[in-house]
């Protein structure tokens, strides 16, 4: 695996047009372009406010802000999952044509989300500094969370794009799963909210540590805890070795595959 990574550096700017093109191609055509990065969480937080404010009221102070906390991490892990898992499928003919490390397409997409992901955060973090001045003091932490959630996301997507083409029905369930995976996650309800006899079996769902990490540091304006960092750890970690692992023993009969 170590020798896969260095290749990966050696491929680097291979990575960067890719992901380059790949950003592009999304926007293509589009009058607002990359601006949709941040349009898409503010109406989904919006919805979720109003359902939660004026429906079935909640005592969260600064609700929205609450709310986009969990949203924009989310959106980045559902979209570049859904995307990355086809993404072998749909390069088969670079896959065909060219020599290059099989991985990068995955990778490609996940970074391509990843710079959309952080676009809409810089545009949302004045107004967590202007409503929770704080925030200023953990901000710091922010690129470690980032970094972890961005290894724990590329573990994920090498592991289901190497999986979807050898069982297609991978990509046909992603859906569903996100959808159940989102409501059991903290987005628009707080860890202090779960019964205690469930807080436990909740912290088995990765997206649980993350969204809380966020939330630490822009909306509570607090370190992540020393248990959540290492819970942070973990995942990243565990995941990505385990996604490339599988990647790694599965990507030799890619092309008989595809």
């Known amino acids: 695996m170590l020798n896969k990574l260095k290749m990966l550096y050696r491929h680097r700017e291979v990575l960067l047009s890719m992901v380059v093109k790949n950003v592009k191609a999304k926007y293509v055509g589009s009058l607002l372009g990359i601006w949709w990065s941040i349009i898409t969480p503010l109406l989904i937080m919006a919805a979720i406010t109003f ?6 009221p909640v005592s969260i102070k600064l609700f929205s802000l609450f709310v986009l906390c969990g949203i924009l991490p989310w959106i980045f892990f559902a979209s570049a999952l859904s995307e990355s898992t086809n993404s072998l499928i749909e390069n088969t003919a670079l896959l065909h044509q060219y020599i290059v490390p099989k991985e990068l397409i995955p990778l490609a997409t996940v970074l391509s989300n990843f ?12 107004f967590f500094i202007i409503f929770k001045l704080s925030t200023i ?4 932490w922010l ?5 972890f959630h961005f290894v724990f996301v590329c573990g994920f997507s090498l592991l289901l794009s ?26 628009f309800y707080s860890h202090d909210m779960i019964p205690l006899p469930w807080k436990s079996y909740l912290l088995l769902n990765p ?13 509570r304006g607090f370190a992540p805890d ?3 960092l290492l819970f942070l750890l973990f995942w990243s970690v565990s995941i990505f070795v385990l996604g490339y692992s599988v990647f790694i023993k599965l990507e030799s ?6």
């Open 162 to 187: 190497s999986i979807n083409v050898y069982i297609r029905d991978v990509g046909h369930i992603l859906g569903t799963f996100l959808m159940f995976w989102f409501w059991v996650t903290p987005v």
């Open 115 to 126: 710079i959309n992901f952080l676009f809409g955060l810089v545009c949302i973090i004045p």
């Open 207 to 219: 997206m649980t540590s993350y969204v809380e990490s966020y939330r630490q540091v822009l909306y």
């Open 226 to 228: 020393i248990r959540m």
């Open 143 to 147: 690129p470690l969370v980032l970094f």
């Open 137 to 140: 003091q953990a901000i710091g």
């Open 51 to 56: 359902v939660f404010t004026v429906i079935w």
């Open 253 to 258: 009969n890619f092309i008989k595959k595809l």
